[in-house]
């Protein structure tokens, strides 16, 4: 698994009945695919991995595999390490070429418990391993040195995908291993400052909707060019990645291009009323002063 360019955390799209619509999902991230994205993660929390049984996980991994010719990678993450390392082998499997590694759902304890939660999953498989450190969202925090560790002790841990929201552990991480991993920027509106400080690749949100757009910021950006423009046009969209209802507003983004549909599967439910109506100004808005 090459853990380098724009990589999409693609969204799980749903039928009316709310099984797993598997036609668009190929077509989607075939589509992805072709405006440059270089991989595809499936199975996060933008995937809403944590609605999906064990079954329909290993049948989305399959229809992704099936359907591309980039990488694909599953999200990793159980209520227990047992069920982490099941979804791992089932992953590896499918034909996946990578796993972005998650701490457990719900529990958050010590280095010593999570380390070990960890290192299960990165001895489970032979695949190339991406650490997912976002404490925001899972109460985990992985810190450098613990990354460092971590790194030297497990040769198929391959990258990090930080999503701290600071910008500094890119630094961090890179004066400590060097490039023995590729960092990856985890939340789309630190993409800018997360190349400037070191970073090469992007799990990203927004792409679900503006592939073509989100590409084009990240190879700017990477190559020094003046993204400026371009980045402070995104921006409104990019923090929709930040916010507690992500998932439903990314969703929606991908309805009003019209590629996907604002389903989503309890307890989430699609945006309403007031809220649906500020997300849609605001997503309108965007998508019609577009560069």
Same mark, same amino acid.
């Given at each position: ?8 955390a693609i ?5 009316? /009945?709310?099984?797993?619509?598997? %036609?668009? #999902?190929?077509?989607?991230? @075939?589509?992805?695919? @072709? ?6 993660v499936?199975?996060g ?5 944590a609605?999906?049984?064990? /079954?329909?996980? =290993? ?10 010719k980039?990488p694909?990678?599953?999200? &990793?993450?159980?209520?227990?390490? %047992? ?10 499997? *499918? ?9 457990? $759902?719900?529990y ?15 001895? *489970? =498989? ?9 404490? &925001?969202a $899972?109460?985990t ?19 990090v995908k930080?999503?701290?929201? %600071? ?5 961090? &991480?890179?004066?400590? !291993?060097?490039?023995?991993l ?5 939340? /789309?509106d ?9 970073? =090469?690749?992007? &799990?990203?949100? #927004? ?13 700017g950006?990477?190559?020094? %060019?003046?993204?400026?423009?371009? $980045? ?9 990645? =930040?916010?507690?209802?992500f998932?439903?507003?990314?969703? !929606? ?7 996907g ?10 945006l ?14 965007a #998508?019609?002063?577009?560069?």
């Open positions: 698994m090459n853990w380098q360019g724009v990589i999409p969204t799980t799209p749903f039928r009316e /009945d709310l099984s797993v619509d598997h %036609d668009f #999902l190929a077509r989607h991230a @075939s589509w992805m695919a @072709s405006e440059g994205c270089t991989g595809i499936a199975l929390s933008l995937g809403e991995g609605t999906l049984e064990l /079954d329909e996980k =290993t049948a989305i991994l399959k229809t992704c595999v099936q359907a591309l980039v694909v990678a599953a999200a &990793i993450s159980s209520l227990s390490t %047992d069920g982490a390392v099941r979804l791992a082998q089932a992953a590896q499997q *499918a034909g996946c070429s990578g796993l972005m590694v998650l701490p457990p $759902y719900v958050s304890t010590d280095w010593r418990e999570m380390k070990t939660h960890v290192v299960a999953i990165l001895r *489970a =498989t032979d695949l190339s391993c991406m650490l997912y450190n976002n404490p &925001i $899972y109460s925090d992985f810190l450098p040195e613990q990354i460092a560790e971590l790194a030297g002790e497990h040769e198929n841990l391959h990258a930080e999503s701290s929201g %600071d910008v500094r552990r890119v630094t961090a &991480i890179r004066s400590l !291993l060097g490039k023995r590729a960092i990856l920027v985890g939340l /789309d630190a993409i800018v400052e997360g190349i400037a400080a070191g970073a =090469t690749g992007w &799990i990203a949100g #927004l792409c679900n909707a503006l592939p073509r757009e989100s590409v084009a910021l990240f190879e950006a990477l190559r020094g %060019d003046d993204v400026s423009d371009l $980045y402070a046009w995104f921006l409104p969209l990019l923090r929709l990645d =930040t916010l507690k209802k998932v439903q507003l990314i969703k !929606l983004v991908q309805q009003e291009v019209g590629m549909s604002e389903r989503v599967r309890p307890p989430r439910l699609p309403s009323g007031d809220e649906r109506d500020a997300a849609l100004r605001l997503i309108r808005a #998508l019609g002063a577009k560069p």
